[in-house]
């Protein structure tokens, strides 16, 4: 069965504070993405890997940034946490295949207050 | 420019009837595909159907189609015969086929299916 892994359900941070999401998927796929999930917004990119080391922007990426150090794991840092950044995140990876679906963690919803 | 666009934010239908589900998309790469998803209240996402841009038949997955008429940009879900499990959001999605494939979605639909 395959498998992506968020490393918390629910998280609660302070404004300031430094968070890392983490996200890990054991079918050897080289995409993996980060989303973040907002009412009436949909899913928005914040960043997505293509290999080891690699990284590209999504749609909205300011204020985050991104590791990938092993194919199998991808983290989304959190800087310098902020109550805008409220939200749940949702991470996801795919093969490199066009018409193979990605699949997806089951959703890290962080509160920063 | 949104690549995705669902302009249904809700959606109402009773049990046993159709639904469609609209999307239109943005694209100049001659090679992509579109997906669907669902997302009940529990959060998950499920994938239900995939339509790539060569494909000559429109995708079917049991009470799943996806009506792709290419020279619209649109590919819109059909949910024949609703049934109440069939609440949930909706998204639509797409990658394309040059570059990274990064995997991009619209703000979704929810449906709501009454008894």
């Known amino acids: 069965d395959v498998k992506v892994t968020q490393s918390s359900r629910y998280l609660v941070k302070r404004t300031g504070e430094k968070v890392f999401l983490e996200c890990v998927q054991d079918m050897d796929h080289e995409n993996m993405f980060w989303y973040r999930q907002d009412p009436g917004l949909g899913l928005r990119l914040i960043y997505f890997?293509?290999?080891?080391?690699?990284?590209e922007k999504g749609d909205i990426p300011e204020g985050y940034s991104v590791s990938r150090e092993k194919k199998e794991r991808f983290s989304l840092i959190l800087e310098s946490a902020s109550t805008n950044q409220t939200s749940m995140y949702l991470c996801a990876s795919s093969l490199t295949v066009l018409e193979k679906q990605a699949f997806f963690g089951q959703g890290t919803r962080l509160t920063v207050v | 420019a949104q690549k995705i666009t669902q302009t249904q934010p809700g959606m109402f239908v009773q049990e046993k009837e159709a639904v469609t589900l609209d999307c239109t998309y943005d694209?100049?790469?001659?090679?992509?595909?579109l997906f669907w998803y669902k997302q009940p209240s529990s959060g998950e996402m499920i994938f239900l159907i995939y339509q790539g841009s060569y494909d000559q038949q429109n995708a079917t997955e049991g009470r799943y189609s996806l009506n792709f008429q290419k020279a619209r940009k649109s590919a819109n879900l059909v949910i024949s015969a609703s049934q109440l499990g069939d609440s949930a959001m909706y998204f639509c999605a797409m990658r394309e086929g040059r570059g990274f494939q990064k995997l991009v979605f619209g703000t979704g639909t929810r449906l709501l299916v009454s008894p």
């Open positions: 694209t100049s790469d001659p090679s992509y595909g």
């Open positions: 890997s293509y290999d080891v080391k690699m990284k």
